[in-house]
């Protein structure tokens, strides 16, 4: 059982940074990788980067690629996205989620968070 807690929302003009957090408990963070997803309202939720287990590795949509990056701390099992020059249209929840391996898809991670409201004004 793992549990995922997120941090760091919150409401940031255009342009803006912020920076989320997901701390984990339970069993085997280091060995397991990361994603984070977010859903806008009305809209699916939608992969937006991920990070291997030792971190070697990283994945993120095309949306975000070069103003995100997520990173992690295995001693403090936490996972970070920091989000550069934000635009209106990132504005949604974002989740933390865990999975065996890296994957895009919702249904290839197990465990999810709560979610982080993140808000973008133009």
């Known amino acids: 059982q793992v549990q995922l807690v997120e941090s760091g929302g919150g409401l940031v003009q255009a342009g803006g940074s912020l920076r989320l957090s997901c701390a984990a408990s339970g069993r085997a963070f280091g060995s397991r990788a990361m994603g984070w997803f977010r859903q806008a309202p009305g809209k699916e939720r939608e992969f937006v980067t991920a990070?291997?287990?030792?971190?070697?590795?990283?994945y993120s949509a095309d949306s975000v690629k070069d103003r995100f990056t997520i990173s992690r701390d295995n001693r403090k099992d936490t996972v970070y996205l920091q989000m550069n020059s934000l635009k209106p249209e990132d504005t949604a929840v974002y989740y933390c989620?865990?999975?065996?391996?890296?994957?895009?898809?919702?249904?290839?991670?197990?465990?999810w968070g709560q979610g982080t409201q993140v808000t973008v004004s133009s």
């Open positions: 989620a865990v999975s065996t391996w890296v994957g895009f898809a919702k249904n290839e991670y197990d465990y």
């Open positions: 990070i291997s287990a030792t971190g070697a590795n990283t």
